[in-house]
């Protein structure tokens, strides 16, 4: 695709876009970066289905809206998130965020059955690393979109030569997720960065120690695990350390410690989007009005 047509592309920017974006590549395909859309398609699906070959049916018990098995003597077709569970689509955040290979993932461990609404509901040997790695597949399709996106504003904005930034946006803003303040290192802040990281990390480690390590566990907290795995690497040394734990009793600040661990991932939430914006800065500074290319 040529650069006229991938600027006409960008013009739109809009919800076609932003849908888009839930197929990883997509954006760079339209863009006409083959080789990176399929970098991007490719590394999703595969990271995924890693995760897929031991978690499988876990999704469906990790999802915001679970497909409960109708009552005795109705007809499953009359329960609509059961009818969209087996159509693939599963609202198991992130994994959502990568459309394709959720959707397949779904529909490839979908079982009507009672044997199958069980194994959905049993736990397994390694779910925590692997339920991570599903997880990771969905933050790297946003990350690829926010690239996508990135790119096309670029060429939208930046006239006839589109300013290059100091560091990509969207490597930043994954940075940040890796690692609270990295973006911000890579884009030339340091010292912002090691303040924002040391802020995240503290509130995070906070979080596990007052409940003993086990604030951070998508089996037994699936909704507070999503805001705390926007601290992707704080969730990653829950998964491979404190989550595998045994917990024989709750401890007395249990619920302290998964709300301290999400907030921490809140907190990164606001550092990626804060790296994403300071890299973005380094090529169009604020007050200095865009250029339109025609």
Not at 42 to 69: I, K, N, Q
Not at 102 to 120: K, M, Q, T, V, Y
Not at 142 to 159: I, N, P, V, Y
Request: include cysteine; glycine fraction near 12%.
């Amino acid at each position: 695709m040529s650069d006229r047509a991938a600027r006409n592309v960008a013009v739109g920017l809009g919800w076609g876009t932003f849908l888009a974006g839930f197929v990883p590549g997509l954006l760079q395909y339209q863009l006409g970066q083959k080789q990176r859309a399929v970098l991007a398609f490719g590394g999703c699906f595969l990271l995924f289905f890693v995760g897929w070959l031991v978690v499988r049916e876990r999704l469906f018990y990790w999802a915001l809206l679970t497909p409960d098995s109708p009552p005795p003597g109705s007809s499953p077709g009359l329960i609509p998130w059961q009818g969209m569970a087996r159509a693939g689509v599963v609202f198991t955040l992130p994994e959502l965020l990568n459309f394709p290979a959720n959707a397949l993932g779904a529909i490839l461990a979908w079982d009507a059955s009672p044997e199958g609404e069980r194994l959905w509901r049993m736990p397994r040997d390694l779910e925590h690393l692997f339920g991570w790695l599903t997880a990771a597949s969905g933050m790297l399709a946003a990350f690829w979109s926010a690239a996508g996106h990135w790119e096309l504003r670029r060429r939208r904005d930046g006239g006839a030569t589109p300013p290059v930034p100091v560091a990509d946006p969207a490597l930043c803003a994954a940075l940040s997720w890796l690692v609270p303040g990295l973006g911000h290192c890579r884009a030339g802040q340091k010292d912002k960065g090691a303040l924002l990281g040391f802020a995240v990390v503290v509130v995070f480690a906070a979080g596990l120690l007052f409940a003993h390590g086990h604030a951070v566990d998508r089996a037994n907290a699936s909704v507070w695990w999503i805001g705390q795995n926007l601290f992707g690497g704080g969730s990653l040394f829950a998964a491979l350390v404190t989550a595998p734990l045994r917990m024989e009793g709750a401890p007395p600040n249990l619920d302290l410690g998964v709300v301290l661990c999400t907030v921490a991932g809140l907190m990164n939430l606001v550092v990626m989007v804060d790296a994403f914006t300071v890299a973005e800065r380094t090529a169009f500074p604020l007050g200095k009005p865009a250029e339109v290319a025609p």
